[in-house]
C-alpha cells in the first residue's frame, strides 16, 4: 500500500466519545487527504493536507479535525462521534507538487469506524 | 456543482469478453481523467490517467478514452479475466489540490 499505514484497521466506539485515526506514510509525498466510503456515496473527501500544519476542508468536514504536525503523520479526529459517522476511512497521499500537475494518489488499507 | 456518474448497477461479462465501463460528468471538462481499481476490504489503487487533450491511452488490457464533447469517458478491460473482478472508480481531476470521485462500477467477470 504505497508506504502508508493507517491504525487502526478496526474500531467500536461508543457515541459520544472522541476518536483518533492515524495515517503515517513513508513517501515523504506534500499532500495527505482523509476521505470516508459509504455506499452509495463513494469516496468523499473529509480534510486534506498540503504540508505540516497546512490543512483545508473537504466537502464532508463536519465533526472531524484533522492535525498534521509531521510531513509523515496525518491525524483524522471526531470529536465526539455519531452513528452517521459509521464508515470507512480512506487515508491517501499525492505527490503533487504546490505548482499542480497530475494528482495520482496512493491509498492505505482503510479503517473500518462502528459508532454504535 | 460537478456530478460524476457511473452505472451503479454491476457488470456482469463472461471471461474472455471485452468489459466496457463509463464515466459521466456534467460542467466543465477536468484537465486530467482517472481510473482506480478498489478490491473488497482494500484502498483504490491508481490505474491510468487520461490528458484533456488525449483521445486514448492504453496499459497493457487496459484502454481508456476521453470524449470533452460528450463529456464522457469509457475504461475497457480486454481479455477480462476472473482476477479483473472488482469495483473500478473513476476521477475528475481539475488540476486542483482535490480529486472528485464516482461512486463506482462493481465488475464480475465469470468463468
Known amino acids: 500500500d504505497a508506504g502508508i499505514t493507517q491504525s487502526p484497521r478496526h474500531k467500536v466506539t461508543e457515541t459520544g466519545t472522541p476518536v483518533t485515526l492515524r495515517c503515517h506514510q513513508t513517501?515523504?509525498?506534500?499532500?495527505m487527504y482523509w476521505y470516508r466510503q459509504d455506499p452509495g456515496h463513494g469516496l468523499r473527501l473529509i480534510h486534506y493536507?498540503?504540508?505540516?500544519?497546512?490543512?483545508d476542508k473537504g466537502e464532508v468536514s463536519d465533526g472531524y479535525s484533522v492535525s498534521r504536525s509531521k510531513t509523515e503523520d496525518f491525524l483524522l479526529t471526531l470529536e465526539s462521534a455519531t452513528s452517521s459517522q459509521t464508515s470507512v476511512y480512506f487515508c491517501?497521499?499525492?505527490?503533487?507538487?504546490?505548482?499542480?500537475?497530475?494528482?495520482?494518489?496512493?491509498f492505505g488499507a482503510g479503517t473500518r469506524l462502528s459508532v454504535l | 456543482s460537478q456530478k460524476i456518474e457511473q452505472n451503479s448497477e454491476a457488470l456482469n461479462i463472461q471471461e474472455g469478453k471485452t468489459a466496457t465501463l463509463t464515466c459521466n460528468y456534467t460542467?466543465?471538462?477536468?484537465?486530467?481523467l482517472q481510473w482506480y481499481r478498489q478490491d473488497p476490504g482494500r484502498g483504490p489503487v491508481f490505474l491510468l490517467l487520461?490528458?484533456?487533450?488525449?483521445k486514448e491511452k492504453r496499459k497493457e488490457r487496459l484502454k481508456v478514452t476521453f470524449d470533452t464533447t460528450l463529456k464522457q469517458s469509457l475504461f475497457h478491460i480486454t481479455a477480462s479475466q476472473p482476477a479483473d473482478s472488482a469495483t473500478y472508480l473513476c476521477?475528475?481531476?481539475?488540476?486542483?489540490?482535490?480529486?472528485?470521485f464516482g461512486t463506482g462500477t462493481r465488475l464480475q467477470v465469470f468463468p
Open positions: 487520461i490528458r484533456e487533450n488525449e
Open positions: 491517501a497521499i499525492s505527490e503533487q507538487t504546490a505548482s499542480g500537475g497530475e494528482n495520482i494518489q496512493y
Open positions: 460542467n466543465y471538462s477536468p484537465a486530467y
Open positions: 493536507s498540503y504540508g505540516v500544519k497546512d490543512t
Open positions: 476521477a475528475l481531476d481539475y488540476n486542483t489540490d482535490k480529486l472528485i
Open positions: 513517501e515523504n509525498h506534500r499532500y
